[in-house]
Nanobody
Framework: QVQLVESGGGTVQAGGSLRLSCKAS????????MGWFRQAPGKDREFVSS????????YYADSVKGRFTISRNNGLNTLYLQMNSLKPEDTAVYYC?????????????????????WGQGTQVTVSS
């Protein structure tokens, strides 16, 4: 059974940094495209970033380009999201996502149509 467990969320002041982690189990993590999404209160879930295996393709939402960095450690079955220069508008629940099949690309994960599993989410709050 696929399990995705996020951690690293919290409250930080604007301009600060956080690093989210997503520990994966129950599937071949190293061969799957992965991604991060977020959902702010009263808003739809939106794409943040995605990464292929073996990290050749990476995508970012325009709103986080230059501030967020996605990475993965296949040996530890862990996905990361380094978030710098955080803004109040980054406040949301952040979700880890896994590609639906081995053939799913980072691009298809970014479009959400390629997502086959979700984590429970971790709250990120940025105060002004």
């Amino acid at each position: 059974q696929v399990q995705l467990v996020e951690s690293g969320g919290g409250t930080v002041q604007a301009g600060g940094s956080l690093r989210l982690s997503c520990k994966a189990s129950g599937h071949t993590f190293s061969s799957m495209a992965m991604g991060w999404f977020r959902q702010a209160p009263g808003k739809d879930r939106e794409f943040v970033s995605s990464i292929s295996w073996p990290s050749a393709d990476i995508y970012y939402a325009d709103s986080v380009k230059g501030r967020f960095t996605i990475s993965r450690n296949n040996g530890l079955n862990t996905l990361y999201l380094q978030m710098n220069s955080l803004k109040p508008e980054d406040t949301a629940v952040y979700y880890c996502a896994r590609g639906r099949t081995l053939l799913c690309t980072a691009q298809s994960v970014a479009a959400e149509q390629g997502v086959g599993a979700w984590g429970q989410g971790t709250q990120v709050t940025v105060s002004s």
